[in-house]
């Protein structure tokens, strides 16, 4: 498997992130109010523009590609949507929300015509555009949510909407807007599927915050990793019935937080062990696969964002010394003496440690989002993209040979 390419875009954690039709544009909030648009240049991205009408920190970005709008999302309870004129500038367009507290994710629907908001306020809006009176309007989904939305994820057919709340559950709902949506195809989600419509709800079975929900790409089954390491799959058996099966994957893993499909037999998954792991059907049915990392292999700690032709992070001159990387430490990690052996990790999840105290892996805190980036001609993704707190983003191959190094310690792995 070739070597991922590592970009360090921030000092800080990457909280919104989202790129641009072609692959040559990114959207990223580095943990403030401000989106940051940045282009691909030969070795690293290059900042154009700084989207900031948001007074509090964005918490998710979302890039319609076909219509290239932008929406962002954050906890001043608003989103804005971003249309580029033809002089390249971009012009926000504020969509009330009607919530009383902090937007978390944001999300376009596959026909672009739409986009669905969570929220702390037990709420979901699901927002469109009023042609008559020209301006964003919002419809809620409440019930019965009692939580705060971490995550939405929409179905293919443009009306399903999937969500994860932090009360251990998982949702389907129905976001049909009359005018809007075309009347759907029955699926085994539902056939009548009027506003508000309740699809599925699901718990985890072991408790815990629903960090991430997904659809395969047929949107016949649906994902989701909450907070007991667990990865969760529904299968539905039809309006009205109990699901055909519902199976858990648990893993000695720290709890993941994102997942994605790569196809209708694969998901990758990734959290706070900060390297993605792949789940596939198998021949005992849905089990761990490989990690993309290999935090056994040398080759891992020479993807530096150095050694990728990136921005390094280092300070310059005498910031770049032995005496200041010791107190860097015991300010950043609580370390006041140099970690005297790599270990294996076994104590807090699967991610080994060097003993300068820096990870074994390319990305040096959680992974929070973990999206596909490239598909191949069969419609299979090909590559997927990793962000995480410590400011840097990763495309990693998904085809290829396996990385090694994490089977060992799977071995508490149940399903």
Known sequence: MSAPEVFQLSLGPLTGVAFGP?????????????????????QEWDLQTTLTEHDKLITAISWAPNTNRIVTCSQDRNAYVWTQLPTGEWKPALVLLRIN?????????????KFAVGSGARAIAVCSFDE??????????????????????????????????????????????????????????????????ICGEFKAPNGGWVHDVAFTPSGNILGFVSHDSAVNLVYPAGPGL????????????????????????SLIAAGHDCQPTVFAVGQNGWEFSHSLDDPASSGSRGLTPT?????????????NNEAF????????????????????????????????GLLLTVHQNSITDVEPYEWSQTGEVAKVYTVGKDGRLVIWNVTGKPAGGLPGRMAGLQV
Request: glycine share 6%; hydrophobic share 35%.
């Open 325 to 356: 990387n010791l107190f860097r430490q015991a300010d950043t990690r609580g370390q006041t003496k140099p970690a005297l052996a790599a270990t294996s990790g076994a104590a807090a999840g699967m991610t080994p440690v060097g003993a300068d």
């Open 22 to 42: 072609d692959r040559t544009q990114l959207a990223v909030s580095p943990n403030n109010n401000a989106a940051q648009i940045y282009s691909r240049g030969a």
């Open 132 to 197: 008559e009176n020209n301006w964003w309007v919002s419809k809620h989904i409440k019930k019965p949510l009692r939580s705060t939305v971490l995550s939405i994820d929409w179905h293919p057919n443009n009306v399903l909407l999937a969500a994860g709340t932090t009360d251990a559950k998982a949702f389907v709902f129905s976001a049909f807007i009359k005018g809007i949506d075309a009347k759907p195809e029955p699926t085994v989600w539902g056939d009548r599927l009027p506003f508000n419509t």
């Open 307 to 319: 050694a990728t032709g990136t921005r390094s992070v280092s300070g310059p001159g005498r910031l």
């Open 242 to 265: 109990p699901p055909q099966a519902l199976i858990t994957v648990r893993t000695p893993t720290l709890p993941y937080l994102s997942l994605s499909f790569t196809s209708e037999e």
């Open 101 to 113: 507290r902090a937007a978390t994710c944001v999300k376009w629907s596959p026909n672009e015509d």
